[in-house]
DNA sequence: CAGGTAAGATTACACTGTAAACATTTTAAC
DNA sequence: GTTAAAATGTTTACAGTGTAATCTTACCTG
């Protein structure tokens, strides 16, 4: 008749951290950033509205958590994308910058909070930054290997990702600010304009 | 004694529709989009916080108003930009993304409500949506000269322009939302990464 | 100059974030 | 095991905030 008691969850509620990191991804995925209020976050994880406190000093520390877990869900689609992409600069390029667009398409209001820098202060949030570090790297790495496999431009592998990365990132955040109205609603439109910025950035970044 | 009658300004303020633009702005662009609150925008404009419901439906409204505004001036650094810069196509390119980004550096919440379409919805702002549209289309004819006088490849110059925007609004954007640390402080930097990004972007644009 | 209308001021209310005080459960020391 | 301490959760309280409703004033038109 006890409540089921699941092992390595402390105290009262359970996992009340993860409960309102997840209660507050749900809200922010369904109703936008507006919908994410401390109250309505408790009362979805079923605790009073104080008891966020005991776990995040402010909301600005709970949304530092969920963009954290945003970033980990997008590295986690890029490295999928890496492995099921064929083993070819380009079709790695593609793959990451299709996982990239989609992941901003489908949970908007998350990609708005993971790059909200002027709310949340990354330095004050090491782990925010240092995952969110880790999804650049695995861009890095691609150049990397495009370097050196394949005819890029040589170079500070961290320059030609920063151009790679702001092509992919303005196109991306273009469409999560609802800034192309004429292809927002047509994937293949969408996905014809990815192709196109990567083969541009490709034959931009390649030795002639 | 009364007090100075500014001509052409209706009614007792005199213009609060525009000092609330005004004082708005000043607001965004000191503290922040969490600094903009209408209480104080009314207090700074010197009325009482009921009063610009007369003049905005609601904070929205203002919020679009003040980031049309904010287009406008973005239109006007563009346009000085393509004035100022000699008459060959990669360096009108590069001028007027030295002037995009150096204008969202310079006020980045503003760049931030500008392009916020997720909390403004676009098309009920029909004026805003316009203005923003002047912006885009200098960039396009800039393309189409492009197309038409150096060795652009041919094609729709809209999807051409959407490859340029990104690339450029990603940057921008990145710099913005501070994910660029390393060179956040440093214009020589930054202005050496722009002319990569363009420099990457008109070989990539350019017919082999 | 009289009434109407536009602009602004007051008042009121619901909703937030957050601090403080209180209560309860778990953990740890003996 | 009993008990003190720490961790967790609840209640209460308060200051802002957006906004609706009502009241007041200034202007404008006949």
Known sequence: MLPPKIA????HHGDLHNALIAAGLA????????????RKVARQA???????????????ALLAAIAEEG?????????????????????????TAQAYVRFA?????????????????????????S???TALNLIIELIQRGQEQENLI???????????????????????EKQLPHIADD????DQLIRFCIQTLYNGLAQK
């Open 105 to 129: 398409i489908e949970k908007p209001a998350l990609m708005r909070e993971m790059f909200s820098g002027v709310t949340i202060e990354r330095m004050t949030y090491p782990t925010l930054y």
């Open 46 to 60: 079923g605790v009073s509205h104080g008891a966020p406190y005991r776990h995040f000093a402010d909301k600005q």
């Open 131 to 133: 995952t969110s570090k």
């Open 154 to 176: 040589p170079g500070d592998p961290i320059n030609l990702t920063l151009v790679a990365w702001s092509q992919i990132h303005g196109l991306a955040m273009l469409l999560v």
């Open 27 to 38: 809200l922010l995925n369904e109703g936008g950033a507006a919908a994410l209020d401390l």
């Open 187 to 190: 994937p293949a439109a969408i």
């Open 71 to 95: 970033f980990e869900q997008l590295v986690a689609r890029l490295q999928i994308a890496l492995e099921e992409a064929p083993n070819s600069f380009f079709d790695q390029l593609l793959s």
């Open 8 to 11: 390595n969850k402390p105290y």
